[in-house]
């Protein structure tokens, strides 16, 4: 048999069995598609590898779909940006038939990973500073004195200055929740806070509080939180019991007209994360 003739018959057969295995890869994704109600454009997420698979992907058929269709995108680059990546070998290809895609592909990607810093740093236990206005169940007696009457008659005890309601400054650290949420532009979670700081005889490190937040994110991953909570001032100075206001005494120090107690009340938080 001529030379030729061989290798045209070789080179025929080849492209039959190149179309054959074609055609079987296209039925085969033709029956995958149906059998899970798929669009032939639908690119799928691998749960276990993170990688995203288009339909040219050779386990474009094998990636398991979610029991909730999760892992289901309608295009590569919404894939990308829930935080995965493309398949290696398609990125190749890709780069070499067009590199505006694949230019396109690394930016989505980029982003995503970006995107996915920021959630990391938004989402979960953070800390944050911020100032609290408070209002006690009782008032903290901020300003006594003991008023002379005359050589004649008792001293007199007077209140001059006494409120339940401050600002102090604080140290919050929250968990905010939303990580799996379309919105991730906001979280809520519950915080737990220790005051450092306040104006009229609030005492440092005595003010505990603890009550559920919402947060905003900011550039990188920060946020502004606003928060409602229940907080404990181990250190409210109040008149001692049987001691009023306008009453006469014998005492002439009046840091002893003075106990200090527990007291809780409410609180309205505003912090931002550091």
Not at 213 to 237: C, H, I, Q, W
Not at 244 to 264: F, H, R, W, Y
Request: glycine share 8%.
């Amino acid at each position: 048999m001529n030379n030729k003739i061989v290798i045209l018959i070789t080179i025929t057969l080849s492209f039959i069995v190149v179309g054959l295995k074609a055609a079987e890869i296209v039925n085969k994704k033709a029956a995958f598609a149906k059998t899970n109600k798929l669009k032939m454009t639908d690119v799928l997420l691998s749960k276990t590898s993170k990688y995203c698979h288009p339909p040219e992907s050779r386990s474009w058929t094998e990636i398991a779909i979610s029991s909730d269709r999760s892992n289901i995108y309608p295009d590569l680059k919404t894939c990308i940006k829930s935080g995965a990546e493309l398949v290696p070998f398609l990125k190749s290809v890709i780069q070499t038939q067009s590199p505006e895609s694949h230019q396109e592909i690394s930016k989505s990607e980029e982003n995503a990973k970006k995107e996915n810093t920021e959630n990391n740093e938004f989402f979960g236990i953070s800390w944050g500073l911020g100032f609290a206005y408070t209002s006690l169940s009782a008032e903290r007696v901020i300003d006594v004195t003991i008023e002379s009457a005359g050589d004649m008659n008792p001293s007199v005890i007077s209140v001059n200055k006494s409120k339940n309601s401050n600002i102090i400054a604080l140290l919050e650290t929250h968990y905010f929740f939303g990580r799996n949420s379309e919105d991730k532009t906001w979280g809520h979670g519950p915080f737990v806070s220790i005051g450092l700081t306040g104006n009229d005889n609030v005492d440092p490190l005595s003010t505990f509080g603890a009550g559920w937040m919402v947060g905003l994110k900011r550039e990188e991953g920060k946020s502004f939180n606003v928060g409602l909570g229940y907080f404990v001032d181990t250190a409210v100075p109040q008149l001692r019991s049987g001691i009023i206001d306008g009453a006469t005494t014998t005492l002439t120090d009046p840091s002893k007209l003075l106990i200090e107690k527990d007291e809780e009340g409410l609180m309205v938080m505003f912090s931002f994360d550091f």
